[in-house]
């Protein structure tokens, strides 16, 4: 065979057999459990593989998604290809520049009848490897439950994974310890509110009254998200990040990588469930996967828990319900696509909201990358190509977007100082996806950008001016009126707004129990996470989707073991 398996069989100074990787069966397991640890116990893992390969511009290996399989990239049998070109654009001297071709969009209809006499028997499924999927299964597991947790890319980690800013939470520790007053009652008017009034309260009592619980789980598996700021929407500072600017979500999925491992959680990934298993009463009792190399078999299960995420990232989803978002970028993993929803019509689910979907701001112009509202939550001031002001930065998300794609061109400028970017670490990121441009003065940052220059520092100046006096004219709330746009090195992103979050989805309850088409619980059947609707109403609030996740998660964990333990 060409490719890897080729040139490590014929050059002789590193030559391994066939069962090296395939192990003396000769089949792989979908996680390609033996391969990847040949690859590491030859080069080391992916610290030290990126160690190696630091003097490429882009380095490869020293990605946000930690600990993926080398097979996510480096073929056997076939070339090599850059998996994170999924999302990025990464074109320069990396060698096996390409697409790794993904799973294709699940055929949901096309199992109907899929079936298989391979059973397997575990009290808890899990479907859907990303936040709401690890918590759930590490609760379930907690709880005394043997829990399988199925995903059906290469990578586990969904879009939490790439969750940027931070997590809403009231009342906690750490904004306790920095006297930030905060209570759940206004997390819950806030959030009522963001979602324009249409979400189910009872749900958002449940996300708002657990939130500094939440926190302090994650706190006990050793999170800590103590650097406490303001997030769109929000009364008060609750938006909870790692200190230093860190991305939130890599930081927090590493973890529950590490706390699976630690407790032996099974996860399997490559492993798409494609079919609900419901019985003649309506019960959920497992699934059909269809492993990428051990093909179709069942999962019996006592409880299933369905945390499969949202379809940002599926365009015909989503233009059936927006023919007006035709065309706009998505800031999602490649994976959201939507497929556990059909399988939730399997087992008779109810939906709702399904046409709330929403465009988050700040989208890199020319990529999927996610500008986090972090940044303008440090102090970032946003213009228009005329290098003026438009909008309170701060605002809800379905305002800001529709501002900005009121203005020329429909893009718009971040524009921030030197002490604003050293006070978040992932701007350093974007510069290192060359995604933002400085310059000495606000005059060269202008000619960079195509601004009139005599604009741009009349609007700074006018903004560092309602920093003193706390008044500003589009009512940026006086508290977030912090940091002046003042020392250089001066920064610009063009940001866009794209497809962001579906609040959309089965409907549940404040069990996480997956509710039918008549109202009534479907026996066996729950839900966490973006896969759900009726927490976010018409909008989501910024880090209100990783406060859901715990929240949730921890809930359907439990309910699903105790569901379990009950059979
Ligand atoms: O919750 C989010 O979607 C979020 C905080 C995104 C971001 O801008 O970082």
Same mark, same amino acid.
């Given at each position: 065979?060409?490719?890897?398996?080729?040139?490590?069989?014929?050059?002789?100074?590193?030559?391994?057999?066939?069962?090296? *990787?395939?192990?003396?069966?000769?089949?792989?397991?979908?996680?390609?459990?033996?391969?990847?640890?040949? *690859?590491?116990?030859?080069?080391?893992?992916?610290?030290?593989?990126?160690?190696?390969?630091?003097?490429?511009?882009?380095?490869?290996?020293?990605?946000?998604?930690?600990?993926?399989?080398?097979?996510?990239?480096?073929?056997?049998?076939?070339?090599?290809?850059?998996?994170?070109?999924?999302?990025?654009?990464?074109?320069?001297?990396?060698?096996?520049?390409?697409?790794?071709? @993904?799973?294709?969009?699940?055929?949901?209809?096309?199992?109907?009848?899929?079936?298989?006499?391979?059973?397997?028997?575990?009290?808890?499924?899990?479907?859907?490897?990303?936040?709401?999927?690890?918590?759930?299964?590490?609760?379930?597991?907690?709880?005394?439950?043997?829990?399988? @947790?199925?995903?059906?890319?290469?990578?586990?980690g969904g879009n939490s994974q790439l969750a940027a800013g931070g997590m809403n939470a009231a009342g906690t520790t750490?904004?306790?310890? /920095?006297?930030? /007053?905060?209570?759940?009652?206004?997390?819950? =008017?806030?959030?009522?509110?963001?979602?324009?009034?249409?979400?189910?309260?009872?749900?958002?009592?449940?996300?708002?009254?657990?939130?500094?619980?939440?926190?302090?789980?994650?706190?006990?598996?050793?999170?800590?998200?103590?650097?406490?700021?303001?997030?769109?929407?929000?009364?008060?500072?609750?938006?909870?990040?790692?200190?230093?600017?860190?991305?939130?979500?890599?930081?927090?999925?590493?973890?529950?990588?590490?706390?699976?491992?630690?407790?032996?959680?099974?996860?399997?990934?490559?492993?798409?469930?494609?079919?609900? @298993?419901?019985?003649?009463?309506?019960?959920?009792?497992?699934?059909?996967?269809?492993? =990428?190399?051990?093909?179709?078999?069942?999962?019996?299960?006592?409880?299933?828990? @369905?945390?499969?995420?949202?379809?940002?990232?599926?365009?015909?989803?989503?233009?059936?319900?927006?023919?007006?978002?035709?065309?706009?970028?998505?800031?999602?993993?490649?994976?959201?696509?939507?497929?556990?929803?059909?399988?939730?019509?399997?087992?008779?689910?109810?939906?709702?909201?399904?046409?709330?979907?929403?465009?988050?701001?700040?989208?890199?112009?020319?990529?999927?990358?996610?500008?986090?509202?972090?940044?303008?939550?440090?102090? &970032?001031?946003?213009?228009?190509?005329?290098?003026?002001?438009?909008?309170?930065?701060?605002?809800?998300?379905?305002?800001?977007?529709?501002?900005?794609?009121?203005?020329?061109?429909?893009?718009?400028?971040?524009?921030?100082?030197?002490?604003?970017?050293?006070? +978040?670490?992932?701007?350093?990121?974007?510069?290192?996806?060359?995604?933002?441009?400085?310059? $000495?003065?606000?005059?060269?940052?202008?000619?960079?950008?195509?601004?009139?220059?005599?604009?741009?520092?009349?609007?700074?100046?006018?903004?560092?001016?309602?920093?003193?006096?706390?008044?500003?004219?589009?009512?940026?709330?006086?508290?977030?009126?912090?940091?002046?746009?003042?020392?250089?090195?001066?920064? &610009?992103?063009?940001?866009?707004?794209?497809?962001?979050?579906?609040?959309?989805?089965? =409907?549940?309850?404040?069990?996480? /129990?997956?509710?039918?088409?008549?109202?009534?619980?479907?026996?066996?059947?729950?839900?966490?996470?973006?896969?759900?609707?009726?927490?976010?109403?018409?909008?989501? +609030?910024?880090?209100?989707?990783?406060?859901?996740?715990?929240?949730?998660?921890?809930? $359907?964990? &439990?309910?699903?073991?105790?569901?379990?333990?009950?059979?």
């Amino acid at each position: 065979a060409k490719y890897l398996a080729g040139s490590h069989m014929t050059d002789k100074n590193i030559a391994i057999s066939c069962a090296d *990787c395939h192990g003396e069966s000769g089949l792989l397991d979908d996680a390609e459990t033996q391969v990847n640890a040949t *690859c590491i116990s030859c080069h080391g893992d992916l610290k030290a593989v990126a160690a190696i390969t630091n003097k490429t511009e882009i380095n490869p290996h020293e990605s946000h998604l930690d600990k993926i399989n080398c097979t996510a990239c480096h073929g056997g049998h076939e070339p090599s290809a850059i998996y994170c070109n999924n999302c990025h654009s990464f074109s320069n001297q990396i060698s096996h520049v390409g697409i790794k071709p @993904l799973p294709k969009k699940l055929d949901i209809a096309a199992y109907d009848n899929a079936s298989s006499n391979i059973v397997e028997n575990t009290d808890v499924l899990v479907i859907g490897a990303g936040g709401s999927g690890f918590i759930s299964a590490l609760t379930a597991q907690e709880n005394g439950a043997k829990v399988i @947790l199925v995903e059906k890319m290469p990578i586990p980690g969904g879009n939490s994974q790439l969750a940027a800013g931070g997590m809403n939470a009231a009342g906690t520790t750490y904004q306790k310890e /920095q006297n930030i /007053q905060d209570d759940a009652e206004t997390m819950f =008017q806030d959030t009522m509110k963001g979602g324009k009034n249409i979400s189910n309260p009872d749900l958002v009592h449940v996300l708002a009254n657990n939130s500094a619980d939440s926190m302090a789980w994650l706190t006990s598996i050793g999170a800590k998200l103590n650097a406490v700021n303001f997030g769109g929407g929000a009364t008060n500072k609750r938006f909870h990040a790692p200190m230093g600017g860190a991305a939130v979500g890599s930081y927090l999925v590493n973890i529950y990588k590490d706390t699976a491992d630690k407790s032996n959680l099974d996860v399997r990934v490559n492993s798409p469930a494609v079919r609900l @298993l419901v019985d003649d009463k309506g019960a959920v009792y497992g699934a059909v996967i269809d492993g =990428q190399h051990k093909g179709l078999y069942e999962i019996h299960a006592k409880s299933v828990i @369905l945390t499969s995420g949202g379809f940002s990232a599926n365009a015909d989803r989503v233009t059936s319900y927006k023919p007006n978002y035709k065309g706009m970028t998505t800031s999602n993993q490649p994976g959201a696509t939507g497929d556990g929803l059909d399988l939730a019509k399997e087992a008779n689910a109810s939906f709702v909201d399904m046409d709330q979907i929403q465009i988050h701001p700040s989208i890199a112009v020319g990529s999927s990358t996610l500008i986090t509202e972090a940044v303008r939550g440090v102090g &970032a001031i946003m213009v228009n190509h005329e290098g003026n002001r438009f909008f309170d930065e701060l605002s809800t998300r379905d305002k800001v977007s529709a501002a900005i794609l009121e203005q020329k061109g429909q893009t718009a400028y971040l524009i921030l100082d030197d002490n604003i970017r050293k006070s +978040l670490k992932q701007i350093e990121g974007y510069f290192h996806l060359n995604l933002a441009k400085e310059a $000495a003065t606000l005059d060269e940052l202008a000619k960079l950008i195509n601004v009139p220059a005599e604009n741009l520092k009349a609007t700074v100046e006018e903004y560092n001016k309602a920093v003193d006096t706390k008044q500003d004219k589009y009512g940026k709330k006086p508290d977030t009126l912090e940091k002046k746009v003042l020392t250089g090195p001066f920064v &610009a992103i063009e940001i866009a707004p794209g497809i962001h979050y579906t609040m959309g989805g089965v =409907q549940i309850n404040t069990d996480a /129990q997956v509710i039918d088409n008549n109202g009534k619980p479907i026996p066996n059947f729950y839900a966490a996470g973006e896969v759900t609707g009726g927490v976010h109403g018409a909008n989501r +609030l910024g880090g209100n989707s990783i406060s859901e996740t715990v929240t949730f998660g921890r809930i $359907a964990g &439990a309910q699903a073991a105790a569901n379990a333990a009950l059979t």
